[in-house]
């Protein structure tokens, strides 16, 4: 269950199982084992529930709550147990309450709980009776995460995650006078060739949010910025990225930029963003679990063929097999490289090469600046490893013909699967012949 159908890849052989305290309880049918779960006795005499699982042909006939009823009469005292999130009102049901703030384990949310060890009848309805009397009915999942004092908020329909942050309403959406990234404006008041600093409408607190301002020059593209300039980018990225993922309050680092007022942008002057999740998000949380190198290996699909734009030694950019945007573009270098600190020298001047290359390529596509979403998937920073991490950087371009931008309107959002109107290897082509040495 928990590989398969949670893609919690997460090794968890902690060498307990053949402890003298430890007990396995399991129930079966006909020689069939239906649900499992595992006592672990701890130092300070409190018994610890884990590895709770219920096959899932023999799920809502009540036999998960009579295994975890018999674990708690064995353990004769106190039950403790982390619980994952959306399991935390059934587990209420079976007699335990919520002991602490929700947290990331395994890259999964879990609430700490604990039952006090009175003894509880599961009946296979799912009502949890004790002492003859019915326990109150289990908090809502929305319920369980308000009360955690989280900094965001997980839909229980849907389960997405959503930071509110109210204060950003009233940030200017234009500067009243003059550029506050020019320098001697009011971000950047010193001269310099790259700068980053804390964003002062953040949309993640406690110094989590920055601002990476590329160039001093307020009438540039990243194109113009050359070799050169785009190098000090790619390393001011790695160096923030490297600084705030070391941080014990931070798990992810997400680079980004937002190219254009038809995608946000408030202001024109070269720039891009940094935010530090205290979670990986699920996007880049759902790649690293379903990618393996064959996504961008040599042969990946795309990597080496129609589909492909350009090549700058050990980084190349093409247009995904399944693009959901027009000319959008997937960069990856040739070998596996989990961050931009794990870069090396070359791998920094060719990952430099190849955005100068493909953003020049996008503005002459048209004639005209491409507005685009630009966003950099990494390594997680929290402390777990992760085998399939490969550096990569995602474009989703927002024009699909000159002048004309494409949108995401309901019935994209509603079924999330996306309806391209270019055809990706035509996508591909039009980028080739884009290019500054195209004839």
Request: charge should be negative; proline fraction near 8%.
């Amino acid at each position: 269950m928990f590989v398969v159908e949670q893609y919690c890849h997460f090794a968890d052989l902690d060498g307990r199982d053949t402890e003298p305290t430890t007990r396995h309880l399991w129930l079966e049918r006909d020689g069939e084992v239906l649900a499992y779960a595992r006592l672990l006795a701890g130092d300070d005499g409190q018994t610890t529930l884990s590895r709770v699982v219920t096959r899932r042909d023999a799920r809502a006939a009540g036999i998960g709550g009579r295994l975890v009823a018999e674990a708690v009469r064995l353990a004769d005292g106190p039950v403790h147990i982390n619980a994952q999130a959306q399991l935390a009102p059934w587990y209420e049901r079976q007699g335990f309450t919520i002991t602490g703030r929700f947290f990331y384990e395994d890259n999964m949310p879990h609430f700490p709980m604990r039952h006090d060890g009175s003894p509880s009848l599961v009946e296979p309805t799912g009502t949890t009776v004790t002492s003859g009397t019915a326990t109150t009915a289990a908090s809502p999942l929305a319920a369980l995460v308000e009360a955690s004092d989280l900094p965001y908020r997980i839909d229980p329909l849907t389960g997405d995650v959503g930071y509110i942050v109210a204060e950003r309403q009233a940030r200017p959406m234009l500067p009243s006078s003059g550029c506050p990234f020019c320098p001697g404006g009011l971000e950047a008041p010193e001269p310099y060739d790259v700068f980053s600093f804390t964003n002062r409408w953040p949309a993640i607190p406690e110094g989590r949010c920055e601002v990476v301002l590329y160039t001093s020059d307020h009438d540039a593209t990243f194109a113009s910025l050359g070799l050169a300039g785009a190098r000090r980018v790619v390393d001011l990225w790695a160096a923030r990225t490297a600084a705030l993922g070391a941080r014990d309050d931070v798990g992810y680092v997400l680079v980004f930029e937002n190219r254009g007022p038809e995608v946000g942008a408030t202001i024109a002057h070269p720039h891009g963003q940094i935010y530090a999740f205290d979670l990986t998000p699920p996007r880049a949380r759902d790649e690293l679990e379903r990618a393996d190198a064959a996504a961008f290996a040599e042969d990946a699909p795309g990597a080496g063929d129609e589909r492909l734009v350009s090549v700058h030694r050990s980084w190349r950019a093409w247009v995904p097999w399944a693009a959901g945007w027009p000319y959008e573009l997937l960069l990856a270098p040739r070998t596996q490289v989990p961050d931009l600190p794990s870069l090396d020298d070359d791998g920094r001047d060719d990952l430099a090469a190849t955005l100068v290359d493909v953003t020049d390529r996008l503005d002459r596509l048209f004639d005209a600046p491409m507005p685009y979403m630009l966003w950099i998937h990494q390594r997680p920073f929290d402390g777990n490893d992760w085998p399939a991490a490969w550096l990569h950087v995602h474009i989703t371009p927002l024009y699909r013909r000159a002048g004309t931008q494409r949108y995401m309107a309901a019935g994209e959002l509603g079924s999330d699967v996306f309806f391209n109107p270019v055809d990706p290897t035509r996508a591909a082509a039009d980028l080739r012949a884009a290019g500054a040495d195209a004839p």
